[in-house]
């Protein structure tokens, strides 16, 4: 986990090294080196696409959609980053060259360009189901996970956090979970 120059406290980035079958490599096997922004101001929406519950419902998670572009440019200062650490020994030997998504990016605007081509998920999406008082539009269930304005339906799992957790959100599912449950059972 990395600050970039743009975080003032914590983290914003996550390199991770990730290896597998690569037919592209000589030997088979290849190493890439992602980066994950951690505190992404882009908001993604959740709609239904029929009123039928068996219909799952369109999710766009609209990457680097910030008006202001701090995603964008936090990933950027992570590729940045990522190829200085990827660049040194030992490291260097053990990761071979630079893949063509990146290999030659060299201004912002360059890397800009690898960014937009290759943001994907981290795995993390929550608050589709946001938490928060009645009073405010945004938000979908209470503190204690009740559905504002229907009798008891409640959710209990990681859509209800207003904001994305710099962590995986396993265990915190399982504490959210484990809390509502515990509310429930004593009510």
């Known amino acids: ?6 975080c003032r406290e914590g983290f914003d980035l ?20 992602p980066v994950a922004c ?6 993604g929406r959740l709609t239904l696409r029929a009123a ?13 959609s910030d008006p202001a572009g701090e995603d964008r ?15 040194r020994s030992p490291l260097r030997d053990l990761l071979g060259p630079e893949t063509a998504e990146t290999a030659g990016a060299e201004c912002e605007a360059d890397l800009a360009r690898v960014v937009d081509a290759t943001v994907s998920h981290y795995y993390h999406p929550v608050g589709t ?7 405010d539009p945004a938000a979908v269930v209470d503190g204690r996970g009740r559905v504002h304005g229907l009798a008891n339906a409640y959710v209990a799992d990681c859509s209800i956090m207003p904001t ?9 599912a399982v504490v959210v979970g484990e809390r509502i449950a515990g509310w429930l059972l004593a009510s």
């Open 14 to 33: 996550h390199l991770y090294p990730v290896g597998g079958p690569d037919p592209d490599s000589p030997s088979g096997w290849g190493w890439r080196l």
């Open 73 to 87: 440019a936090g990933l950027v200062e992570g590729l940045r980053l990522a190829r200085r650490l990827a660049a």
């Open 129 to 135: 189901c946001r938490m928060g008082p009645a009073t």
């Open 52 to 64: 039928d519950p068996l219909v799952g419902p369109r999710i766009d998670h609209r990457y680097l």
């Open 38 to 43: 951690l505190t992404p101001r882009s908001r």
């Open 164 to 172: 994305v957790p710099r962590a995986n959100t396993n265990l915190p």
């Open 1 to 6: 986990k990395l600050r970039s120059p743009r």
